[in-house]
DNA sequence: AATCAGATTTAGATCGATCTAAGCTACGCA
DNA sequence: TGCGTAGCTTAGATCGATCTAAATCTGATT
């Protein structure tokens, strides 16, 4: 899928420093011829009002030793000119770029979005540009996009990992020193900021509700193996089951793409096995609402025919029929705390690594039903 | 909302274009000393490889007069040093950062998030990296993320502009010399490189199927009045109107806040009428949702008692109970088309503003029920 | 040996800001 | 009158790359 095409342009010249030096298509870059470039810049503006460059610079920056007069005249020569201050040219020289990476793994998925957006916010009202970098959970593209962070490079970067199975991947982000404050899941091997929820706790809340319901054969669905948070839930699952003196069976266990067609497709999965499960907790709400969907499909009613419960309680949790009960986790808290870590990083670099763990909450709702033992089971 | 505070740093240069020079509080810009600052630079490249900057350069942009030899050396130390690229050097020198802004008005709108991940996608491809803006429908963020763009500076913008009220984001954006393609919605005034969908079409072809099945009370809920989209989509919905004699009446034209809770309180607006409509087109699927929560919370049953065709059929449209039936935009289409029409601009500056306009499509599930006419209604 | 073309390499200017250290005023005071 | 000082301004170096135009090096040709 990626990359589709050997891409253009300058933003691969770390390229250069894997792979064996493979004699690649001459690449004369920006070939266009500079446009005009009618950009009016400091000097323009010093000429115009009759000081100096370093001038203009005091009173761009709001330095307060700038005489009255003086700063009227240049902010009247900005305005005339249209000046527009050029972050570029004044990063390089200050060695800070005001630009933060944000690297998640999914954008169309609500609990990234909803973390995007409070990150953004939070950023921003700091003075920070967020470049918005999407994996959709490839290790390729998180490579590549972390190397572009490097680049740019980024003051600092906000990361979601795809998989922790690629020690490439880990060495490089060890390795590389800008700031930066894992969010949503963490990576074996990297000491670093991070912000997350507790996943053990969610998911052991949410089995035990379903254990106290009366459900038996509970499995887990969805999930990549290599995420640390699916490994936490799953822990959570199992002390549950075991808690209950349950055994974990495996076959009740179906990883899939953390998304709604990987839901379907492991509930499709479960349901075909000889002695299916009545309840599940899903890896996340977009699983849960495909694992829904698959019920459908084959006529069974989530809440009366099988328990689901989601993680995350996206928007979509309580409006779709049946609502989906699920473990809260409030994205925009963990984008805002994730965001508030990294800017004390920056401040301060050489801090130990901290850690923010959320406490989520169960939601009960429709698609987990009401007492199970009650029912037509007991087979 | 915004800005929360005085946000500091550079960002707000520009700032001091507009209003009074008003006393700010002194800014000393990034005091914290600059940082060791261990990169690698060319220069260290070139003297352990026993070579010029310039010959560094060459090697690195894969120029290939370059001999073997001298490329396998310098490539050789590049390896040891762990040199990095840095962007924004170069893009000072180029007078291009290889960056594209990208403002849109709601990210967690899945309609949005789709056309993020193909516009990402296709740029990146390209070798540029995306700058997201999230201007939560208001005015003046719009405002500082095109000033951002503008600074920092993007070679390109993609704009989805939150409304068209306000004269001073027209002008700006106007007089603003980077390349910009809009998509989605246009802003009147601007001539501009566009990309979206034929909404008039659309919209007829919604209200004119509910006026088949039997409708003749119909509604068009939400969206806000400023926007372009919405403007063709009402003149759609006037029109099948219009085509079998019936008039428009201005109470059921209910604006909203284009998402789920606009939707809620516009349909219990809606209700709340001496003679409420039977059926009604959401300006988006976002709106039709929340539509749908208020019928269900009124104990309506949409279908049966009310008939809703929503706009845009995200992917949560067919997995609502019941169904949403809506009008197909195709998001990804739209996002890809975006992004290469501004690489063509920014390839090509001065040819003629272009438009691509996508056909929607019909999509029927349940939310708009079958014929009406053979109902409780006739009243 | 001189000349020349083609292949490589490089010195130095440049992009647009910031920063340092020094310079210039004007004023107060001895 | 001279001098310190506070207040304001500025020349020139700098960040890390690219680009231009010129220099250098080959080897072949005359």
Chains 1, 2 share one sequence.
């Not at 067609?261 to 849960?288: E, I, K, S, W």
């Not at 689901?308 to 963990?334: H, N, Q, Y």
Request: charge should be positive.
């Amino acid at each position: 899928m990626f990359p589709r095409s050997q891409p253009a342009g300058p933003s691969l010249a770390s390229n250069h420093l894997k792979g064996p030096s493979t004699e690649l298509e001459p690449r004369f870059p920006d070939r266009s011829p500079a446009p005009p470039s009618e950009r009016v810049t400091l000097m323009d503006i010093a000429a115009d009002a009759g000081v100096s460059r370093a001038t203009v610079s005091l009173v761009i920056r709001n330095v307060p030793i700038v005489a009255g007069t003086t700063r009227e005249r240049v902010l009247d020569s900005m305005r005339r000119l249209g000046y527009v201050y050029h972050r570029g040219a004044a990063s390089l020289r200050t060695q800070r770029t005001h630009a933060i990476g944000l690297i998640v793994t999914d954008i169309t998925n609500p609990f990234f979005a909803e973390i995007i957006v409070a990150i953004e916010d939070r950023l921003g009202n700091a003075g920070y540009v967020t470049l918005l970098g999407n994996t959709s959970e490839t290790v390729a593209k998180q490579e590549r996009l972390l190397a572009l962070m490097q680049e740019y490079p980024a003051d600092g970067v906000l990361l979601c990992p795809a998989t922790d199975k690629s020690d490439q991947f880990t060495r490089r982000i060890r390795d590389c020193r800008i700031p930066k404050v894992f969010f949503a899941r963490t990576l074996p091997g990297v000491e670093c900021d991070y912000v997350g929820i507790d996943n053990l706790a969610g998911a052991q809340m949410a089995v035990e509700h379903l254990l106290g319901l009366g459900h038996r054969r509970v499995a887990f669905i969805g999930g990549a193996t290599e995420v640390s948070s699916r490994k936490e839930r799953i822990k959570g699952y199992a002390a549950a089951l075991g808690k209950n003196r349950i055994g974990v069976d495996d076959s009740y266990i179906v990883p899939s793409a953390p998304d709604r067609q990987g839901g379907y497709h492991a509930m499709n999965q479960l349901l075909a096995q000889p002695q299916p499960p009545t309840a599940a907790l899903c890896f996340n709400d977009m699983v849960a609402l495909g694992a829904l969907q698959s019920l459908a499909s084959t006529g069974k009613r989530a809440g009366d025919d099988f328990a689901i419960v989601g993680f995350d309680d996206v928007a979509e949790a309580s409006l779709c029929r049946p609502a989906l009960s699920t473990i809260a986790t409030r994205p925009g808290k963990i984008g805002e705390a994730a965001a508030e870590l990294l800017l004390e990083r920056i401040a301060k670099p050489d801090q130990i690594a901290r850690k923010v763990i959320f406490q989520p909450e169960l939601i009960v709702r429709e698609s987990c039903g009401h007492a199970w033992s009650n029912r037509k089971h007991h087979s």
